[in-house]
């Protein structure tokens, strides 16, 4: 813990378990590397390479990963609450059932990634890029996904509740039994999603034929 680690090449380095709580890694090479179940809360990632690194199961509460590198990484069952994921890049990253309650993941590239099951409760995922990500069961309550794209994604029975998604692309997205009360879906675009049985703002629930509107 309280390691300085910046800059150093640790690909594919074993670190399973490890306790780097407050660390310095950033810039650090860490593509490839072994994380799982590792200790990193408050730890200093920004700018890292963590692509194709395991942190399954890993603690990274309140960790600052802006700007890192972490497409195809393995987060499932991360706990990543509070941490800064400001324009990191998570493309094809996997999140199932990661804990990211009131993460800062604005501007962050997340095409492509599963996120079935992930808490991103008052998330902010600002201008974020969710396109083509799988995010079943996803827990967006009270997130805010102002200009975010996340078309052609599938939603299915996602949590929406009191989420702010003014002006987010929506296009072809699967949203079957989402949950949309008391959301703020001021000029979003819905052209091609499906709404069979999602709920709207006002508590109206969409027929099943509902393609782009709410019927």
């Known amino acids: 813990m309280d390691c300085d680690h910046s800059g150093r090449d640790l690909a594919k380095a074993e670190l399973g378990e490890a306790l780097l709580l407050n ?30 690194a395991s942190m399954r199961s890993s603690h990274a509460v309140r960790a600052n990963f802006s700007n890192a590198n972490l497409q195809k990484a393995k987060l499932q069952k991360a706990r990543l609450d509070r941490a800064i994921l400001k324009k990191a890049n998570l493309t094809k990253a996997r999140l199932q059932n990661a804990r990211l309650y009131n993460a800062n993941l604005s501007r962050a590239i997340l095409s492509g990634a599963n996120l079935s099951e992930a808490n991103l409760e008052q998330a902010n995922l600002s201008n974020a890029k969710l396109d083509n990500s799988q995010a079943k069961l996803a827990n967006f ?31 072809g997205a699967n949203l079957t039994g989402a949950d949309f009360s008391t959301a703020d879906l001021s000029d979003a675009i819905f052209d091609e999603a499906i709404l069979g049985n999602a709920i709207w703002p006002n508590h109206k629930r969409c027929k099943p034929q509902s393609v782009g509107e709410c019927l």
């Open 141 to 171: 309550n009270k997130a805010k996904l102002d200009d975010a794209d996340l078309s052609y994604g599938d939603f299915t029975k996602a949590n929406f509740k009191g989420a702010s998604l003014m002006d987010a692309d929506l296009t």
């Open 23 to 52: 660390s310095n890694l950033s810039g650090a090479n860490l593509s490839g590397a072994d994380l799982s179940g590792a200790d990193l809360d408050r730890a200093d990632l920004s700018n890292s390479n963590l692509s194709g």
